[in-house]
């Protein structure tokens, strides 16, 4: 199959990643309270949907106003069961729900959290992609002036801490080259405002033979900064657990993260809940210390990732990272 023409309902937001995996491990059953954590623009909770019908409660939380609105005009009119949306990162998921009317009484049947940017956000002017020139912004919520722009980040941060976010969050390995002429930039007096200018500072910096084959040379570092602009993976360790706190016993959570470093937080949050010793680097201090066992609140359903199947990478190529882990909560 190809991907969806335009103007299609899939295409219109987002194509949806292992829908039917996560199906099987959330197990959703009529009258069911299930948590949507990166609602988008409603793929995932539409299927959710049709499985706790009648009688169920669908709560869609999303930091991105345009998915939230996608989401309500997508679900609202085809559903019979209760929805309600938040408009607030799944970091400060306990605060949100709680707001809500009877909200601290909440409890989840099964969570869902699919941490992947959507194509309506990389082929939007939000300055997450390279490949258009566009205003150097990277926020999810562009209505949350509290937090910075990656154009601000970059006017402001040390070349220290531009080459350690590089590094971090990007797996750059020139990221020394890359800080060293932003800073340079910026130094002669230039803002670096749009998305064609940082793309090209980073062109610049690394040598033509040492760029990467199989992705443009700016990937890394786009990455890097969305995640950093985002808070992404302090997001990521706060949500899991608002959720966990959450989870009814024999509650169920899935998780399609697309990076390694969310895959690492994903894996040793469930390991330490599961009741498992986290792994840690063989000469870490870490490693060194006594494993400590703790009581297992949670029973892994995926001793490894579950990943795309070819037929879905081939129909929508953005879901060749895609890895998808699931527990269920047994206290």
């Known amino acids: 199959m190809s991907d969806p023409p335009p103007g ?28 949507d954590a990166t609602v988008g623009g409603g793929g995932h909770s539409a299927a959710l949907l049709k499985r706790i019908e009648p009688g169920g409660l669908l709560i869609g939380l999303d930091r991105d106003p345009e998915a939230l609105m996608a989401a309500r005009e997508r679900l609202i009119p085809v559903s019979g069961t209760r929805t309600v949306f938040v ?23 099964a969570a869902l959290f699919d941490l992947g940017v959507s194509s309506h956000q990389l082929d939007t002017a939000r300055g997450f992609s390279f490949r258009r020139d566009e205003p150097l912004d990277m926020r999810m919520d562009s209505t949350d002036d509290s937090r910075v722009t990656a154009a601000q980040l970059l006017a402001t941060a040390t070349e220290t801490e531009v080459a350690r976010l590089l590094w971090e969050y990007g797996d750059e390995k020139w990221s020394r080259r890359i800080a060293q002429r932003i800073v340079a ?42 995640i ?10 706060a949500g899991l657990q608002g959720a966990m ?15 390694s470093l969310e895959d690492r937080i994903v894996k ?12 840690a680097p063989g000469s870490s201090p870490a490693a060194l210390m006594p494993q400590m066992h703790r009581e297992a609140e949670a029973i892994l359903l995926t001793r490894k990732p579950i990943v795309p199947s070819e037929s879905e990478t081939a129909r929508n190529p953005r879901s060749r990272s895609a890895k998808l882990r699931a527990l269920r909560r047994n206290l």
């Open 8 to 35: 299609s309902e899939q295409s219109a937001y987002h194509i949806p990643v292992l829908v039917e995996e996560a199906l099987a491990f959330l197990a959703p059953t009529p009258g069911a309270t299930v948590l």
């Open 87 to 109: 408009h607030t990162g799944f970091g400060e998921m306990n605060a949100a729900l709680a707001a809500l009317e009877g909200g601290d009484t909440i409890r989840l049947d």
């Open 185 to 226: 930039h910026r130094g002669q007096g230039n803002r670096l405002e749009t998305t064609a200018q940082l793309a090209t500072l980073i062109e610049q910096s690394i040598p033509r033979g040492a760029w990467p084959r199989d992705i443009h040379v700016a990937t890394r570092s786009f990455q890097a900064l969305r």
């Open 228 to 237: 950093a602009v985002n808070d992404e993976l302090g997001q990521l360790r």
């Open 245 to 259: 706190d959450r989870l009814s016993a024999g509650g169920r959570l899935v998780v399609i993260s697309y990076h």
């Open 268 to 279: 040793q949050m469930f390991a330490a809940w599961a009741g498992k010793s986290v792994s």
